[in-house]
Nanobody, 124 residues
Framework: HVQLVESGGGSVQAGGSLRLSCGTSGYTNKYCMAWFRQSPGKEREGVASIYAGDSTTYYADSVKGRFTISQDSAKNTLYLQMNSLKSEDTAMYYC???????????????????WGQGTQVTVS
């Protein structure tokens, strides 16, 4: 059973940076890990994903060049470094994991079984 716990959210001014962390347990290098976000009245959006085995990454167009997903296997932690933050990045951010992801669908929430509780990011 995979457990995920996010941290690192908060309030920041536009142009600033935040780093989100997701503590993980129970997953192996066969998993794909991802960050999603959801703001009120909007659908959940895939932000970035990474395959634990070979660190292949995928990003939503809206965050390319600004966000970086990474992992520290020794610490069992997933990260999302967010730079040049904009007001439209305001959302609840969730990490997710699954061992079976259809190719090309790494940023689709329907592909993921395990989810954290979320951490709020507010950009003003």
């Amino acid at each position: 059973h995979v457990q995920l716990v996010e941290s690192g959210g908060g309030s920041v001014q536009a142009g600033g940076s935040l780093r989100l962390s997701c503590g993980t347990s129970g997953y192996t290098n066969k998993y794909c890990m991802a960050w999603f976000r959801q703001s009120p009245g909007k659908e959940r959006e895939g932000v970035a994903s990474i395959y634990a085995g070979d660190s292949t990454t995928y990003y939503a167009d809206s965050v390319k060049g600004r966000f970086t997903i990474s992992q520290d296997s020794a610490k069992n932690t997933l990260y999302l470094q967010m730079n040049s933050l904009k007001s439209e990045d305001t959302a609840m951010y969730y990490c997710a994991a699954d061992s079976v992801i259809l190719p090309g669908r790494e940023l689709e929430d329907s592909q993921y079984t395990y989810w954290g509780q979320g951490t709020q990011v507010t950009v003003s």
